[in-house]
């Protein structure tokens, strides 16, 4: 039963030794997306403007305001 505690602990200090170096290489690919997100920004920011105010405006808006005022006035 001794020997078990005693052997579980230095498993454990190899395998904080291995994180470490991990830490380290993920900067280096860091660096690369950055100009990937830039092309990425851009997509969504053009195709979320177009279908909003497509569906707000003919939805909302001109079923609402416009045909029950124009028909009540004239």
Avoid: D, G, S
Wanted: charged letters at 5%.
């Amino acid at each position: 039963m001794q020997p078990h505690p005693q052997q579980a602990k230095p498993q454990l200090q190899p395998l904080q030794t291995h994180p470490q170096p991990q830490v380290q290489t993920p900067p280096q690919p860091q660096t690369q997306p950055q100009p990937q997100p830039q092309p990425q920004l851009i997509l969504p920011q053009l195709l979320h403007p177009h279908p909003h105010p497509l569906l707000h405006q003919p939805q909302p808006i001109k079923p609402l305001q416009p045909p029950p005022q124009p028909q009540t006035q004239p």
